[in-house]
């Protein structure tokens, strides 16, 4: 199937012939469904606290953090395009001659064109767009008037004004402030100096980004670390990552066998945000708190936001310390009979780990091996907002191949929807996931664990995708969140769905969570 021209393009790309063999054999398989036993709701696997165990929890993160190395990881490589798709359909149909408004009156909605032109000076990169325009010796104002939308739309998606189109989310603007706007990236910076800073006043954020506009991204930096530095007392140390070419997967025909561009080589497709996990592993930290980069708010709204992100640190420092004691009890081999079956009762309640059943009827270094396991793993705590109507993954309890339950983050393509029984157990549930989680990922040494050692590989995706007027099927790896912590001890804990505001399309900006007042 592959020729030597072949394999030294996967040499080039860092990847293994034995992995691009995995892949096809999973193109030719399949990914087996997910078998879902129950949600996980509160008082069965989803945690809820009451004010005096919040603020336990917040003030043991607060009282940790300056010791700590913490560092924000945000998946930031998404492209703006896919926010102004409805702009580009209107584009599309706006050709000369074309009545405007009859246009614009078919759909007055939230989501539609027509609430974004008329709400458009609440836009955060209005005043930018009103700049540009005058460059050019046109009036906003008078665009407007004159109803000239293709030419307005043409200088907020195109190079010929802003470029939107072209922009990753982060360097999009997003909130206004009297001293002028913000992007996504400065958001986030802001946030990650309230909760990663430590004892020197660090405070770490790393972006993964792609490699176009990485110069955008460092020009950023260079304008508004400064500001952001003497405003917030703070030194950031501000890192970023592209994700990996080795991460990219095989494409093939509908007979599985590769498709190749036309210069005959291999045409490979990215892998997904799960390619991430190769990123998440080369992060140096004590504790790292992950966030998809449109979720973010403005300053007025940001306060419950990090409350709950502290209460998520807190909690995981507080089960962390425990593990660690029980573990240090057992290696130190002054574990007793009756520590293991504390250690035991431990894991089921708090961490809610599968306990063998026959656990007690094993020697007691029989029974402090698998408990060393079990807790010798990287760990994550996920905040999970009640479910509204918004589309995404949520918390279950998975049933594994030998029969136990685990609390897993699944997504609708990991279910089949066509087994009334497992439909039934997705309708019964009552969160989902925002993408909201802190982890954990050194061993007990203080040892960075390998996480691609955690990943269940039979959780990936397969969809179909047309190039060249032919029909491919593309692979994704296990999602960052669901396949790729798998084996991960994992937490749930219900977060208010305040903490989730994430921007999909450009009218979200206009939603009263994203406006200055």
């Known amino acids: 199937m592959f020729d030597s021209k072949d394999s030294e393009q996967f040499l080039n790309k860092g990847i293994q012939v034995s992995v691009i063999r995995k892949q096809i054999d999973h193109f030719v398989t399949g990914f087996p469904f997910i078998k879902l036993a129950k949600p996980a709701i509160p008082d069965d696997g989803l945690l809820t606290f009451t004010d005096e165990e919040k603020a336990f929890y917040i003030s043991q993160f607060i009282s940790t953090l300056p010791g700590l190395k913490v560092v924000k990881f945000v998946p930031a490589s998404g492209a703006a395009s896919r926010m102004f798709k409805h702009l580009f359909e209107f584009r599309e149909k706006f050709k000369p001659g074309s009545l405007g408004d009859e246009l614009l009156s078919q759909d007055l909605g939230f989501n539609s064109v027509s609430y974004f032109i008329s709400h458009l000076d609440q836009i955060a990169f209005y005043q930018d767009l009103s700049d540009q325009l005058g460059k050019s010796g046109k009036s906003i104002d008078r665009i407007l008037s004159d109803k000239e939308y293709a030419t307005l739309i043409d200088f907020i998606l195109t190079d010929q004004g802003l470029g939107c189109a072209n922009l990753p989310k982060a360097l999009l603007k997003f909130h206004q402030y009297p001293e002028g706007s913000r992007t996504a990236a400065e958001e986030h910076m802001v946030e990650a100096a309230e909760y990663t800073k430590d004892r020197a006043h660090k405070a770490r954020i790393h972006f993964t980004?792609?490699?176009?506009?990485?110069?955008?991204?460092?020009?950023?930096?260079?304008?508004?670390?400064?500001?952001?530095?003497?405003?917030?007392?703070?030194?950031?140390?501000?890192?970023?990552?592209?994700?990996?070419?080795?991460?990219?997967?095989?494409?093939?025909?509908?007979?599985?066998?590769?498709?190749?561009?036309?210069?005959?080589?291999?045409?490979?497709?990215?892998?997904?945000?799960?390619?991430?996990?190769?990123?998440?592993?080369?992060?140096?930290?004590?504790?790292?708190?992950?966030?998809?980069?449109?979720?973010?708010?403005?300053?007025?709204?940001?306060?419950?936001?990090?409350?709950?992100?502290?209460?998520?640190?807190?909690?995981?420092?507080?089960?962390?310390?425990?593990?660690?004691?029980?573990?240090?009890?057992?290696?130190?081999?002054?574990?007793?009979?009756?520590?293991?079956?504390?250690?035991?009762?431990?894991?089921?309640?708090?961490?809610?780990?599968?306990?063998?059943?026959?656990?007690?009827?094993?020697?007691?270094?029989?029974?402090?091996?698998?408990?060393?396991?079990?807790?010798?793993?990287?760990?994550?705590?996920?905040?999970?907002?009640?479910?509204?109507?918004?589309?995404?993954?949520?918390?279950?309890?998975?049933?594994?191949?030998?029969?136990?339950?685990?609390?897993?983050?699944?997504?609708?393509?990991?279910?089949?929807?066509?087994?009334?029984?497992?439909?039934?157990?997705?309708?019964?549930?009552?969160?989902?996931?925002?993408?909201?989680?802190?982890?954990?990922?050194?061993?007990y040494k203080g040892n960075p664990f390998d996480l691609k050692e955690f990943v269940d590989e039979n959780t990936g995706f397969i969809s179909f995708k047309s190039s060249g007027g032919k029909t491919l099927k593309a692979q994704e790896l296990p999602g960052l969140w669901n396949g790729a912590m798998a084996k991960w001890i994992t937490i749930f804990i219900e977060v208010p769905i305040i903490t989730f505001n994430p921007v999909k399309t450009v009218n979200d900006l206009l939603r009263k969570e994203h406006l200055s007042a």
């Not at 708090?350 to 396991?373: C, M, N, W, Y």
């Open 209 to 443: 980004i792609s490699p176009e506009h990485q110069e955008k991204f460092l020009a950023l930096l260079l304008q508004v670390r400064e500001f952001y530095q003497l405003r917030l007392g703070v030194n950031f140390e501000i890192t970023f990552s592209i994700q990996k070419p080795s991460t990219d997967t095989i494409a093939v025909d509908e007979n599985n066998q590769p498709v190749r561009n036309q210069d005959g080589s291999i045409l490979f497709r990215p892998g997904g945000h799960g390619a991430l996990l190769e990123n998440l592993n080369e992060a140096d930290a004590d504790l790292i708190f992950v966030k998809n980069i449109d979720n973010i708010v403005p300053d007025r709204l940001k306060e419950i936001t990090f409350e709950y992100k502290k209460l998520l640190g807190g909690y995981l420092l507080n089960m962390k310390q425990m593990i660690m004691a029980y573990l240090q009890k057992i290696i130190n081999q002054q574990a007793s009979q009756e520590d293991l079956a504390e250690i035991s009762s431990f894991l089921k309640k708090k961490l809610f780990l599968h306990i063998p059943g026959d656990l007690f009827s094993k020697t007691l270094r029989e029974q402090a091996d698998i408990l060393v396991a079990l807790m010798n793993r990287p760990m994550r705590v996920c905040g999970m907002v009640k479910n509204e109507g918004e589309p995404g993954g949520g918390p279950f309890w998975v049933v594994g191949d030998d029969g136990s339950l685990s609390l897993q983050i699944v997504e609708a393509s990991q279910i089949n929807m066509n087994d009334p029984d497992q439909k039934a157990i997705v309708a019964a549930s009552t969160h989902f996931n925002p993408v909201d989680l802190v982890c954990s990922t050194k061993d």
